[in-house]
Nanobody
Framework: QVQLVESGGGLVQAGGSLRLSCAAS????????LGWFRQAPGKEREFVVG????????HYADSVKGRFDISRDNAKNTVYLQMYNLKPEDTAVYYC????????????????WGQGTQVTVSS
């Protein structure tokens, strides 16, 4: 059982930056692919970005390519999401999720989820 705790959300103006963190409880952290998903009000949860267990492979949604950067520190059991040039449409609750095996884009593939952290981008 992996427990995930997100942090770093908040209110930022359009064009600003935020860094989200997701800390995991499991010592086998490096065996899990990690994904960030987000859910805006009235919308379905969507894939944002994923990273393989080793960190060598990343996958970004088109909407965030060039603006978001995912990384992980397996020694600290933590994955990071650095967000630049934020837009009002990035406003959502951001969730960290973990799964065995490779990154997948569908949320149903992920067995473990954090509680989410709110990101609000004002125009």
């Amino acid at each position: 059982q992996v427990q995930l705790v997100e942090s770093g959300g908040g209110l930022v103006q359009a064009g600003g930056s935020l860094r989200l963190s997701c800390a995991a409880s499991d010592g086998t952290f490096s065996s899990y692919a990690l994904g960030w998903f987000r859910q805006a009000p009235g919308k379905e949860r969507e894939f944002v970005v994923g990273i393989s267990g080793s960190g060598s492979s990343t996958h970004y949604a088109d909407s965030v390519k060039g603006r978001f950067d995912i990384s992980r520190d397996n020694a600290k059991n933590t994955v990071y999401l650095q967000m630049y040039n934020l837009k009002p449409e990035d406003t959502a609750v951001y969730y960290c999720a973990a799964k065995d095996g490779p990154v997948r884009f569908g949320e149903k593939a992920y067995a473990y989820w954090g509680q989410g952290t709110q990101v609000t981008v004002s125009s």
